[in-house]
Nanobody
Framework: QLQLVESGGGLVQPGGSLRLSCAAS????????VGWFRQAPGKEREGVSC????????TYADSVKDRFAVSRDNAKNTVYLEMNSLKSDDTAIYYC?????????????????????WGQGTQVTVSS
């Protein structure tokens, strides 16, 4: 069974940090570009950060640049999202996703329709 499983979400105060993990099972994640997306109540799902299959290329939404960092450990079949200086606007459900190498990471982060696999999501709440 092909699965992406996110973990690491929770409640954090403004200015705090969280590290999300996305573990793949049933397939080799190194054969895919991976992205992190988020969806806040009443808003569309948006791309937060995407990383190429090798980890050599990354992209970030303007709203998270210089605060978030994406990385991957292909030996562990896992991708991470380090989130620092969190703001209330970062509150959302965060999803991990994978797409085939036919797409670029920029296309993936801009167009959710190209995603092949989605995780179930993990809630991140930033509140005092």
């Amino acid at each position: 069974q092909l699965q992406l499983v996110e973990s690491g979400g929770g409640l954090v105060q403004p200015g705090g940090s969280l590290r999300l993990s996305c573990a793949a099972s049933g397939f080799t994640l190194s054969n895919y570009h991976v992205g992190w997306f988020r969806q806040a109540p009443g808003k569309e799902r948006e791309g937060v950060s995407c990383i190429s299959s090798s980890g050599g290329s990354v992209t970030y939404a303007d709203s998270v640049k210089d605060r978030f960092a994406v990385s991957r450990d292909n030996a562990k079949n896992t991708v991470y999202l380090e989130m620092n200086s969190l703001k209330s606007d970062d509150t959302a459900i965060y999803y991990c996703a994978a797409t085939t190498l036919h797409n670029t990471i920029h296309t993936m982060c801009a167009r959710t329709v190209v995603v092949s696999y989605w995780g179930q999501g993990t809630q991140v709440t930033v509140s005092s």
